[in-house]
């Protein structure tokens, strides 16, 4: 328990209520990704980063499949969506408590370039917003693991295939 609530409640660790509402954000967050291979792709730049290339050639596919689409998900939708945003909600307002997150959030995703973490920041006022619409840690969850997966999807195919 914390401060009287149940922690899965206080979190939002449920589906929304509307399975509209996990249609529409699964749509969102499939627009955002290819949106952002695609501006990655005109820019010249490399959709695979260097760091994900690396980890595929040295580390365990299991476990880094493991540690990337559930571990990691699970963790930081607790930390950044769960508690900081859901804690900076009532005295900073949505929109300034997503913001707040979401930087906090892109900022250890320090593996990655500016423009990567510039990403990841974009990526999480998106899914700061549906956390704050839907109400929902566990949407949050399952499209953050989502698109972990899809990253890491086009890293094997990458590393295997295309090099």
């Not at 967050?29 to 695979?48: H, K, M, N, Q, W």
């Not at 040295?58 to 571990?71: D, E, G, Q, R």
């Not at 370039?113 to 949407?139: A, C, E, H």
Request: hydrophobic share 60%; net charge positive.
């Amino acid at each position: 328990r914390l401060c009287g609530w149940n922690v899965r409640q206080y979190v939002r660790l449920q589906w929304p209520a509307k399975w509209s509402q996990v249609v529409i954000s699964f749509a969102l967050v499939i627009a955002f990704l290819a949106a952002s291979d695609g501006l990655t792709y005109l820019l010249g730049r490399e959709i695979v980063p260097e760091f994900m290339v690396n980890a595929l050639e040295s580390a365990s596919l299991p476990l880094l499949v493991f540690a990337v689409v559930i571990a990691a998900p699970i963790g930081e939708e607790v930390i950044f969506r769960g508690f900081i945003l859901r804690n900076f909600m009532p005295s900073a307002g949505p929109l300034v408590a997503i913001v707040i997150s979401s930087a906090v959030w892109a900022v250890i995703h320090l593996q990655y370039d500016l423009y990567g973490i510039v990403t990841v920041f974009l990526g999480g006022l998106l899914l700061g917003g549906i956390y704050w619409r839907t109400r929902s840690l566990s949407l949050c969850i399952a499209l953050h693991a989502f698109w972990n997966l899809i990253a890491t999807v086009e890293a094997f195919v990458y590393v295997n295939y295309l090099r």
